[in-house]
Structures are given as structure tokens and as C-alpha cells.
């Protein structure tokens, strides 16, 4: 039975792949930061497969070393979701609180490379580490300074990691616009109602999962053939 930490997966993307992988076998070490959603989740996944759902939040490196520690010994995938967008509505860079911007970095950026640390002694030849990412990675978009620049970095941190462990398979992948809480809190007030659901983001995700795909950038729907 294959072993995937997945962070960030009490609802949205996260939950969305945690069904996903349930159905497919997968044990799942599971986390967030709302205890009550989190075990909503565990239950419903306990169904399908072994799960384990620890709540706390990433940033923390006891939370880290618990979820790495519920997982091993061995470990076949990490799957680095958790992510926090920062005030609502976004300021721009010039007012952008200081405090605020470290905390985004901490969880958007060093809480996904520290988790790694953890997990790749753990992890088998070939083991997976899926960060998720945005567009606002590579695109200007005013407001988004915080959040895309974080993104960002994790996108760096995933190419420099692949280039220092060939053995293993590194992944940033774009999921694209969903109707989740995050893409809510980023247009408050506005109806979002028109973005897909995460669930047409999973194929994607799968593919770099179980595919033999190179390290690099990916976009979740193109894989998925959604998008050309």
C-alpha cells in the first residue's frame, strides 16, 4: 500500500486528490488547520483506506515532523497543498504588511521545503514531491504580489531540489482557477460560481503521481487534456 502525505486536505484541492488516492489503495497521512473539517474528512476517506489526519498547521515543525513520523518508514509521495493567501482583499506590494508577508512565506514556501527535508530520507528511488503552485507564479497580476511571489519561490525551490536529487521525481504544478474558499477570499464579495470545481484539477495531479513525467512545471488541466 502506497504512502502519500497530503497536506491542506480537509476541503478543496486537497480533499479532492485525498478521495482520489483513497480510491485508488493509497494509506494517506492527511492535515489542516480546522480540526472539525479535517475529521469530516477522515471519516469519509476512513471508508476507502487507511488515513491518519493530524491537525495543525505547517508552519510549525512539530506539526511537520508528527505528519512525517505517521507516514513512514517509507514514504511514496508528498504532496505540499496547504497554502494561505494573505489579507482579503490583496494590498498592493507598497502596503503589503511586512508580518503578513512573512507569514505567507512561511507557509507557502518554507513550510513545503522544511516538509521536504523530512520526507526524502523516507522516500523510495523515484518517490514523488508534488508542490502545488499558480499562475500568479509567473503572471504580474496587480493585487497578487504576497501570494505570486511566494508561489514563486516554491516554484524555484521545486526546480533547484530536482536538480540536486535526480533520483527523485520534483513537480510544481499549476491547478488553474477553481471554486474553492482560497480563490473566494481572493475576490471577496464576487461570485466565483463560474470556476470549475477542484475535482477537474485531480486527473492532472494523478498524472504526475503515477506518471513517469520528468521533474519540471506543469499546468494540472493540460495534463488532463482540459486545456491545450
Same mark, same amino acid.
Given at each position: ?33 480546522? #480540526?472539525?473539517?479535517?475529521? /469530516? $474528512?477522515? &471519516? =469519509? ?5 487507511? +488515513?491518519?489526519? !493530524? %491537525? ?37 506590494? #507598497?502596503?503589503?504588511?511586512? /508580518? $503578513?508577508? &512573512? =507569514? ?5 514556501? +518554507?513550510?513545503? !521545503? %522544511? ?37 514563486? #519561490?516554491?516554484?524555484?525551490?521545486? $526546480? ?69
Amino acid at each position: 500500500m502506497p504512502t502519500a502525505i497530503l497536506t491542506g486536505a480537509s476541503r478543496g484541492l486537497g480533499l479532492a486528490l485525498a478521495r482520489a488516492l483513497a480510491r485508488d489503495g493509497w494509506r494517506l497521512v492527511i492535515d489542516g488547520r480546522d #480540526a472539525a473539517a479535517l475529521m /469530516a $474528512a477522515r &471519516d =469519509e476517506l476512513a471508508e476507502l483506506t487507511e +488515513v491518519i489526519a !493530524l %491537525a495543525g498547521d505547517v508552519s510549525d515543525e512539530r506539526h511537520r515532523r508528527d505528519l512525517v513520523a505517521a507516514a513512514g518508514p517509507r514514504i511514496d509521495a508528498l504532496v505540499n497543498n496547504a497554502s494561505v493567501l494573505g489579507p482579503s482583499p490583496q494590498p498592493a506590494l #507598497a502596503d503589503y504588511p511586512l /508580518a $503578513a508577508l &512573512d =507569514e505567507v512565506y512561511r507557509v507557502n514556501v +518554507v513550510a513545503p !521545503l %522544511a516538509l521536504a527535508q523530512l520526507a526524502i530520507p523516507h522516500l523510495a528511488e523515484g518517490g514523488r514531491i508534488v508542490n502545488v503552485t499558480s499562475d500568479a507564479a509567473v503572471e504580474p497580476y496587480e493585487g497578487w504580489g504576497g501570494y505570486g511571489s511566494s508561489k514563486a #519561490a516554491l516554484e524555484q525551490l521545486s $526546480a533547484i531540489l530536482a536538480a540536486e536529487r535526480p533520483g527523485l521525481r520534483v513537480y510544481a504544478v499549476d491547478p488553474g482557477d477553481m471554486r474553492t474558499r482560497l480563490h473566494q477570499e481572493a475576490f471577496p464579495g464576487e461570485d466565483i460560481s463560474d470556476r470549475p470545481p477542484p475535482e477537474e484539477s485531480v486527473p492532472g495531479l494523478l498524472a504526475l503521481v503515477f506518471g513517469e513525467r520528468p521533474s519540471g512545471r506543469y499546468r494540472a488541466r493540460e495534463l488532463a487534456g482540459i486545456e491545450a
